[in-house]
Structures are given as C-alpha cells and as structure tokens.
C-alpha cells in the first residue's frame, strides 16, 4: 500500500510504500478515504531528527472498514468511520499510558490508504458528512467540543472567546452558535473576520491592529466573557485572561506562539481565573461530535482538498497560515 513518512533528516513528508496491514483480534481494517491535517502535523515534521525511526504522520481520517479481526462486534465491513485520536482512551480523565498511542505522534497515523485500529477506536460518521468532512472531526473537532463543554456549563446567551480561523477555533464558532453562545474572534485577515461574522460571530478583532484585543473583547461581553479558548500559548495568553470575568475560564488548546514565555501570572490570580489543558479528547467525545454535528446540520468548514499524491502540497498550504478552516487530502 502506499502511505508517507515522516523520517529523521528529511524536512518534508516522504511518500513511500509499505505491506498492507492485516486485522488481528480487536481490530479492524480501515480503507482511509480523507486524512485532514492539524498543525501538530507540521510541528511533527519539523521536530523530525527527534524520532526514533520512520513514522506515518497524521492523527486524523475518515474511511470504511475492509475487514474486523476476531471477536469484533458492532462493527462490521462497509461502515463508514472515523478513527479517535487517542485510540487506548475510551472515556474518562486523561492517563499518561494514552501517550504511547497518540496517532501521527507516538504511533502511525492516517496518511495511509489503509490503516488497521482497535475497532473500540472508531466512531461511525453521520450519513450527511462526506469522508473529508469526517476527518476533521477526530482533532479539531473533537478539541473544539473539550475546550466549550468539559468545563463548567455554559447557558445560552453566554460569551466566549476564540482565536483565529483555524479548525479549531471554526468548530468552536460552530458548536458555540450551536449552543446558543456569543462568540468575539479574531483574525488579522479582512476577508476571515467577515466570514466569521457571517457565521454567527458578535465581534471579530484585528489583532494586529489592536494588540490589547482582550480588553476590547472584555468590553464587548459587558463584564468579560465566562470562557477564553486559547490556541496560541504564551503569546496570546496574556490577552485571552485580559478578555476573561473575574472567575472565567480559560481553555488551553494550542501552542501556536510557542511552548514556553513570560506570562502575566498576577492576572491570572487577581481573576481567580482557571486554566484548562485541553488534550484532544476520548473517544467517546468524538462520538458526541458526530452526534452534534447531525444533530445541528453542522458541515465542518474545509479550506482546501488535495489529492493524495499532493500531500506536502497539502501541509505546504497548512503552514502558509492562508486558510479558514481545514485543510485535507483525499485518497481515491
């Protein structure tokens, strides 16, 4: 079969080939049909020389099953699924053995054309999203959904805050509209922040233009918003407490900015704000986002689809930082 790599020395994927997997018992072969990329993708092919050997990048796709191992139930060949991205964590809080088995990090991913996974690790898709659809949803969609509602509750007519028009902070805008949520974003792209308006969103803020946003967006919700969604790190930090009420909450989903620098910690504490780690998700949750996404009619946003053969083409466009929503490739 063929599939990428991603291997020490090499400063972009590799396409390659490999013997096509075979189920064994728990297991179930998948024909992968959409793999849609994270910016954990990029961050692993540049952090490439720290591998151990070749490794299949991507934690995200969608396909149909070929063939289940023994003992698999409720599963069977011709179903249409999506793969979690943990797929050792079922339910429940996070434990640090999930680690070993994160797809595209710790073990192969996606970019596959076949895959083969516990059958307990993937999720049935809704008949109405197509297979590029579905491969958003394992990461970012799954993450979106963390970061609103495995915290405290939200009713509707609350605020949040988001940033950027990556997949993310698009699911979020998503499921907050969904929740009945008001929503501040911010982009420094004219064209991106009229789309998010048009998609439901309140406020939409230059960031560059207006480097204090969290104050303006404080502002905007009256007495601050009850959550922040933060996907830039030590870089937007700062300003996502600054949007905060005293008391909210702060859901931390990416490193964009880095992975260490100076924050303002006396703000955090004056806020007695929360800050949440948001690691992907259970496969459960994304059990829940299938279901949301049917429930609410919800398409997830795609900027551009690529064919399988034009995968660095695919994490090229991903790391230009053009695009509004997800970026996938398409397998045949």
């Not at 998948?30 to 591998?51: E, W």
Request: with cysteine; hydrophobic share 50%; proline share 7%.
């Amino acid at each position: 079969m063929r599939c990428y790599e991603i291997r020490p020395g090499h400063s972009t994927i590799v396409a390659c080939e490999r013997p096509a997997p075979r189920p064994g018992p728990g297991q179930a072969l998948v024909r992968v049909r959409a793999v849609s990329l994270n910016f954990r993708d990029l961050s692993m092919v540049r952090r490439a020389d720290r591998l151990r050997g070749p490794l299949v990048p991507a934690s995200d796709g969608a396909g149909e099953v070929v063939a289940c191992g023994e003992g698999v139930q409720g599963l069977a060949p011709g179903a249409r699924v999506a793969a979690a991205f943990f797929p050792g964590w079922a339910d429940g809080p996070f434990r640090g053995a999930y680690h070993g088995h994160a797809l595209g990090g710790s073990a192969d991913g996606m970019l596959a054309e076949e895959v083969v996974l516990p059958a307990a690790a993937l999720v049935p898709i809704p008949d109405r999203l197509s297979f590029a659809e579905a491969a958003t949803l394992p990461c970012a969609g799954v993450t979106a959904h963390q970061a609103l509602f495995a915290g405290a509750p939200l009713p509707p007519g609350r605020a949040v805050s988001l940033q950027g028009t990556g997949g993310v902070s698009v699911f979020a805008l998503q499921f907050a509209r969904a929740a009945g949520l008001r929503v501040a974003i911010t982009s420094k792209d004219e064209t991106k922040r009229r789309r998010a308006l048009a998609m439901g969103a309140e406020l939409a803020l230059d960031y560059r233009a207006e480097a204090t946003w969290g104050r303006a967006v404080h502002a905007w919700a009256g007495e601050g918003v009850d959550l922040a969604v933060d996907v830039g790190g030590p870089g937007t930090l700062d300003q996502a407490v600054a949007a905060l009420r005293y008391g909210g909450e702060v859901a931390l989903v990416g490193v964009l900015t880095g992975y260490a620098g100076p924050v303002d910690t006396y703000a955090i504490l004056h806020k007695t704000a929360r800050i949440r780690g948001i690691y992907v998700g259970p496969v459960a949750a994304l059990a829940e986002v299938a279901a949301l996404c049917a429930r609410h009619a919800i398409a997830p946003v795609i900027d551009r689809v690529l064919p399988f053969a034009q995968a660095a083409a695919a994490y090229d466009h991903l790391a230009g930082g053009t695009h509004f929503g997800k970026v996938v490739v398409a397998l045949d």
